[in-house]
């Protein structure tokens, strides 16, 4: 049996958010979760944002449309929930641990899109 051959290294994916203003979102994504604003492409319809290793995309649509859910580790779990809160973050389930074992709380932004925060 012979073996198998390794996979080709690849960098972790960059979500693509759905929004309404992707400028808005940018400066709310700047302004409440630490992000940077990357760019705007001219027309407005989709644009960047990054914080650390962390790339979100946003393409503008036509509400209504279905907002994104992720689930993000954080190193921190307390640091990161204070940090949130302490800048605005829509925290729309709090800090606590969870009947399937993790410690999370999760954050909505302007458009519907969810962070689901964890730690084991």
């Known amino acids: 049996m ?3 051959e390794p996979l080709s290294s690849m960098s972790q994916p960059v979500p693509e958010l759905p929004v309404a203003d ?3 979102a940018q400066q709310h994504y700047r302004d409440t979760l630490g992000f940077e604003i990357g760019w705007l492409y001219p027309d407005k319809e989709i644009g960047a944002v990054s914080r650390g290793d962390v790339v979100i ?3 503008r649509r036509r509400p209504p449309f279905e907002p994104a859910v ?3 580790f954080a190193e921190d779990i307390d640091a990161s929930y204070r ?3 302490a800048s605005g973050a829509n925290i729309v389930d ?3 641990k969870k009947p399937w074992g993790l410690r ?3 954050v909505a932004d302007l458009d519907g899109n969810r962070f689901h925060f964890h730690h084991d």
Do not use: C, D, G, I
């Open 2 to 4: 012979s073996a198998k």
């Open 57 to 59: 995309f946003f393409r």
């Open 83 to 85: 940090e949130l809160k």
């Open 104 to 106: 999370q709380f999760t």
């Open 22 to 24: 992707v400028a808005r």
């Open 70 to 72: 992720h689930w993000v």
């Open 94 to 96: 709090p800090l606590e």
